[in-house]
């Protein structure tokens, strides 16, 4: 007579929670998709030609002038590192840089990318602060070449009539962090501008209209309007590349340098803070 053995079933080993995603390991997936787009470099090279095109271009433009001039006329003309930075160019560069923040978050909602991002990361907060530092870090970086070599560039031909400068001049260092800075200021309000609206017509337009038309809807001859008009990033970029005193009889209420560091400041402040807001309180 055989005995059965009893057999106790098997139980399947419990499943291994995978480990919270880690702060570092956000932004390298930030940064993975934003160099895997092929438009990325080619939106850097242009932008940052074009930019110092453009101050080499106004450079040129300030020596044929130049020649006009006697060596005592010269002089007078005094400090133009304003040639370094044209506003033509730099207010290119607020637009595309705008845009671009703008469709890094608009293009992860129409495709549906960024569902799948929040089920792997339910902390969404710290989702968008990884979308906030990855631009701000690699616009940073451009914005410090477009400066310098918009800079370096029109001081080398302005010295062709002597009347360029060094960086130690002062002002120099001023212009060179602000308008280093601009670029990353317009990339986290267009960050901000595409959490809040989500589409990406109207994320683009609100971002070109609030960062460069808003602005000359108001003058400076009245006191509510001058604030409105000193509150805007590319009002307070003027200020911050300007190296003269507003000029009393020409500008009733004129913007203020520190006024103009608190501008750059507040902004993406209030543009990520929003961002981290809203996309906590609302479905994806």
Not at 58 to 82: C, I, M, Y
Not at 101 to 123: D, M, Q
Not at 151 to 158: G, P
Not at 200 to 222: D, G, N
Request: hydrophobic share 50%.
């Amino acid at each position: 007579m055989t005995t059965l053995a009893t057999v106790s079933p098997t139980t399947a080993p419990a499943p291994v929670a995978e480990p919270p995603a880690r702060f570092r390991d956000l932004l390298a997936s930030e940064w993975i998709k934003m160099r895997s787009l092929r438009s990325t470099p080619w939106t850097l090279a242009l932008t940052t030609l074009f930019v110092i095109g453009s101050a080499a271009v106004a450079a040129l433009a300030e020596n044929r002038n130049l020649e006009k001039l006697s060596p005592d006329a010269r002089t007078a003309q005094g400090f133009l590192v304003f040639d370094a930075f044209p506003p033509a160019g730099y207010m290119t560069l607020m637009l595309v840089v705008g845009c671009i923040g703008a469709l890094t978050v608009v293009s992860e909602y129409n495709s549906g990318l960024i569902r799948t991002t929040t089920v792997a990361v339910p902390a969404r907060g710290a989702v968008v602060l990884a979308k906030a530092v990855v631009p701000t870090a690699l616009w940073t970086a451009v914005g410090t070449v477009i400066s310098t070599g918009s800079f370096l560039v029109s001081q080398a031909i302005l010295n062709g009539q002597h009347t360029g400068v060094r960086l130690t001049h002062p002002g120099v260092l001023r212009a060179l962090v602000a308008s280093a800075l601009l670029a990353p200021v317009c990339a986290l309000m267009g960050l901000g501008f595409g959490v809040l609206i989500r589409h990406s017509a109207t994320t683009m337009v609100t971002s070109v209209f609030t960062l460069l038309m808003l602005p000359t809807l108001f003058s400076q001859s009245e006191r509510w309007s001058a604030t409105v008009n000193h509150a805007m990033p590319v009002t307070a970029w003027k200020r911050l590349v300007q190296n003269w005193s507003p000029d009393p009889d020409s500008l009733a209420y004129a913007a203020t340098v520190p006024g103009s560091w608190f501008v750059y400041a507040l902004w993406p402040l209030i543009a990520v803070a929003l961002a981290v807001v809203v996309v906590r309180r609302r479905d994806v």
